[in-house]
Each structure stands twice: as structure tokens, then as C-alpha cells.
């Protein structure tokens, strides 16, 4: 399956009623295949975006009540697929978390490299996996999983509602490179297996 069957599948499933996807993309984005009336888009480089402007001045923005959206504005799911080097994954990730609505869910594209090539900083994934061991092991505010997805991987994310999550050995390191990650995606990206994400 692709993003755009996830994504939207667990959408309508949920009832969800809202949506906001980072790095519009063109007709096949998920944005395109979501079914609800309010829905928005933040993209850098595209006019069709509701927002053109980066997504950190988005964030920034929207908690100034600089835009036309309620500062406090919470979305049921929130798709980030805009710039996928790490340091702006997280930094998109920790900013939607802020305004996920309490049983809503934000997913990262590209956290599965197929392989070493994919994950170079000039190609498709770039570093976006590194993101998934950073949440794992300091938000446990935080549930996050990775599952398998045509292009790349897809995380998943919902606020705990547990006592508690376990969190990665403190050992682990974050910045462990490719082929560490590889030799465990179960630990490394808390991996499952498609037909089991519904559970």
C-alpha cells in the first residue's frame, strides 16, 4: 500500500475530521485523497498551498495569531512530508504534537529507507529515520511506530495514553548511522508490520 491508501484509509476509519499536510506535493499528494472540509496545506515552493511560506515560519505564525486560524487551531491528523532532513523533521514533528487534537495522529513519510542510497541527504528518504530512535527515546509523551509503505516507510504517531512508554536503552545512540539502524529496524523504528496498525 502507499501514504495516500494509509493515510487515508485510517482517516475514515477514525472519523477524523481534520487535516493539515506539510510539503504540498502535486494530484497524487495525500492531500488530494482526504475527504473532509477542513483541511490545510504548508508548502515553501507551491502557490497552491494555503500557506507558501516554510513550515517553521507556519508554526511560528499560527502561535502569534498571525494567521487566519485560531493560535490554539488542534488538527486530527497531520502528515509531515516537507523537508526530510532530520533536524527539520523533528523540529515540524515537535511542532505538530503541539496541535494534534487528543486521539489524532501525525504521520512522517520516508522513516524506512529501502536502502543505503535512499537515505543520502540528495535523495528521496534523506535522514528523516533518524527522527523515529530520537522520539523513541526522549518523548514518552509520545507513541511512535514505523510501518512498510511503497516510497519509503511511514511513522505513526498518537499521544501516549498509557502510564508510561518504555523508552529506548540509554545506550542506544541516536546517531547511529544507516547500517546500525538497519541491522534492527524493530528496536531502531519500532517496527510493525502493515496488518497490525489498525491494532
Not at 48 to 59: K, L, N, R, V
Not at 141 to 168: A, F, M, Q, Y
Given at each position: ?113 529501502v536502502n543505503y542510497s535512499a537515505q543520502l541527504e540528495n535523495k ?76
Amino acid at each position: 500500500m502507499n501514504r495516500r491508501d494509509i493515510i487515508s484509509q485510517l482517516f475514515d476509519h477514525q472519523g477524523y475530521t481534520s487535516y493539515l499536510e506539510l510539503g504540498l506535493r502535486d494530484y497524487n499528494s495525500v492531500f488530494n485523497h482526504i475527504k473532509c472540509d477542513v483541511k490545510h496545506s504548508v508548502d515553501l515552493n507551491m502557490e497552491s498551498a494555503h500557506y507558501t511560506m516554510s513550515t517553521d515560519d507556519f508554526f511560528q505564525k499560527l502561535e502569534l495569531g498571525m494567521l487566519d486560524l485560531d493560535k490554539d487551531f488542534k488538527w486530527d491528523v497531520i502528515f509531515v512530508d516537507a523537508n526530510h532532513l532530520a533536524d527539520f523533521v523533528k523540529n515540524d514533528t515537535l511542532n505538530s504534537i503541539n496541535h494534534l487534537s487528543d486521539n489524532g495522529m501525525i504521520f512522517l513519510h520516508d522513516t524506512l529507507p529501502v536502502n543505503y542510497s535512499a537515505q543520502l541527504e540528495n535523495k528521496q528518504c534523506q535522514t528523516a529515520w533518524k527522527v523515529v530512535p530520537y522520539l523513541l527515546k526522549y518523548h514518552p509523551e509520545i507513541h511512535i511506530c514505523t510501518t512498510t509503505e511503497n516510497d519509503g516507510g511511514l511513522g505513526i504517531i498518537t499521544k501516549n495514553k498509557s502510564k508510561e512508554r518504555p523508552l529506548l536503552n540509554s545506550s542506544f545512540n541516536i546517531f547511529s548511522e544507516y547500517y546500525l539502524m538497519d541491522a534492527d529496524r524493530n528496536t531502531s523504528q519500532n517496527f510493525i508490520a502493515l496488518d497490525k496498525v489498525y491494532e
